[in-house]
């Protein structure tokens, strides 16, 4: 990191501990790569947090709707291109075996960082993103109709990115094709499906000896809760399990039970990873048609009309730009 010029050694009064995490590797699943981490959390904890706001997953999976072609971009450790104020740099301060050393690029972990990171990503776009292009943090997408029209796009990124001094990696970049990996979705033409790889691992999930675990494979699937029909209660005995004094307990009791939890509304009573197998494809919403509002009450009771609509929704033939639900108040 010397050699990189992305730190340098420091005499500062501050001091970060450090981690080595295991990541595996994504082109080579058998391999393990280890990241260096700076741990923050103290240094977090006297920052004043920034609001910049991060764009909604669910904003961005809109803006694909009728779109051929798509390139993603990749920026080169997009966060070390963002050097650090000189006044700053003795906070980011870190411990190690050979001395105290300090950042002269911003860090990944600091509680600024993804906004500091999308704030600069919003002023080089401008005007494209949201109509030629979404961002999230490093990873932009590009979308569009018309091939030739493509290329042009692409062509005033590069020139916005050379003028702003940003690389790109090559080697996680793709170009022109009509599919493409986008936060755990493949998206093309069609709609967007779930991710097989991210799919792979929630379908591997061991069993949950604990309460955390539990709650860590209840965020991961509902990451994809809108490809999974009844996903609510599908999940319920599993919701059930985190609630405050509820007492859980690891072993024979929740496997025989399906720990994954059964759906209590489908006759071939299929586990939750059972759904994750679907390669469900969702369909872009049609953007100049109405919108339809579901109330959860009128869902739970499998409403015919609702559940027509809901099918051809998922199948792109529905009339329905967005399904917005609703609670009862009763």
Not at 49 to 56: E, G, K, N, S, T
Not at 95 to 100: A, E, H, K, R, Y
Not at 247 to 260: I, L, N, W
Request: charged content about 30%; hydrophobic content about 40%.
């Amino acid at each position: 990191m010397m050699k990189m010029k992305l730190v340098q050694e420091s005499t500062s009064e501050w001091a970060s501990p450090i981690l080595i995490v295991l990541k595996e590797d994504q082109n080579e699943p058998t391999k393990v790569k280890r990241r260096f981490v700076t741990d923050f959390r103290q240094l977090n904890s006297f920052t004043i947090r920034d609001p910049y706001p991060m764009p909604l997953i669910s904003d961005i999976m809109l803006c694909f709707a009728s779109a051929k072609y798509f390139t993603a971009l990749d920026l080169n450790s997009g966060f070390w291109q963002i050097p650090i104020r000189e006044r700053d740099r003795l906070k980011t301060a870190f411990v190690t075996l050979d001395g105290l050393f300090e950042y002269l690029v911003m860090p990944m972990g600091l509680t600024n960082s993804p906004a500091t990171f999308s704030r600069l990503m919003d002023k080089v776009i401008g005007d494209l993103k949201w109509k030629e292009l979404v961002v999230y943090l490093d990873n932009i997408v590009v979308m569009s109709q018309d091939f030739d029209k493509h290329l042009a796009i692409l062509s005033e990124i590069f020139a916005r990115f050379r003028k702003a001094n940003l690389t790109l990696r090559p080697s996680k970049c793709s170009f022109a094709r009509n599919s493409v990996e986008v936060l755990g979705f493949i998206v093309d033409e069609n709609g967007r499906r779930a991710n097989p790889k991210s799919v792979e691992k929630l379908r591997r999930f061991p069993v949950p000896d604990c309460l955390k675990k539990v709650r860590s494979f209840c965020g991961l699937a509902s990451f994809y809760r809108q490809l999974i029909p009844n996903f609510s209660l599908i999940m319920a005995p599993l919701y059930a399990l985190t609630q405050k004094n509820i007492e859980y307990k690891s072993g024979k009791t929740h496997s025989d039970a399906d720990f994954f939890s059964r759906n209590p509304i489908d006759s071939d009573n299929k586990t939750m990873q059972d759904y994750l197998e679907i390669d469900r494809l969702f369909a872009f919403p049609v953007l100049e048609l109405e919108n339809l509002v579901i109330s959860l009450k009128d869902e739970q009771a499998k409403d015919p009309v609702i559940t027509e609509i809901k099918e051809k929704l998922e199948k792109g033939l529905s009339d329905v730009k967005l399904v917005k639900y609703i609670v009862d108040a009763d």
